[in-house]
Nanobody, 112 residues
Framework: QVQLVESGGGLVQPGGSLRLSCVAT????????LNWYRQAPGKRRELVAT????????IVPNDVKGRFSISRDDAKNTVYLQMDNLKTDDTAVYYC?????WGQGTQVTVSS
């Protein structure tokens, strides 16, 4: 059974940075795609970033391109979401997702 555990969220001021981590267990090999989603209060859950098993990555929302990046460390079964120059609109719960599995989410709050 696949388990995804996120960490790294918190409270940060506008312009600050956070790095989210997602540790994936229960996967039989490293050739898996993993995604980061986010859901802000009153809004739909949206795909933020995705990375393939070979490391090909894509940032989806236009308003985070150039500020967010996704990477993976297969030796640690971990995928990261680096978020720089954070804005108040980035406030959301961030979720790790792989196939049919979701993590519990980590809260990111950007506020002065």
């Amino acid at each position: 059974q696949v388990q995804l555990v996120e960490s790294g969220g918190g409270l940060v001021q506008p312009g600050g940075s956070l790095r989210l981590s997602c540790v994936a267990t229960g996967l039989t090999n490293g050739n898996y795609r993993l995604n980061w989603y986010r859901q802000a209060p009153g809004k739909r859950r949206e795909l933020v970033a995705t990375i393939s098993g070979t490391g090909v990555s894509r940032i989806v929302p236009n308003d985070v391109k150039g500020r967010f990046s996704i990477s993976r460390d297969d030796a640690k079964n971990t995928v990261y979401l680096q978020m720089d120059n954070l804005k108040t609109d980035d406030t959301a719960v961030y979720y790790c997702h792989q196939a049919d599995s979701w993590g519990q989410g980590t809260q990111v709050t950007v506020s002065s």
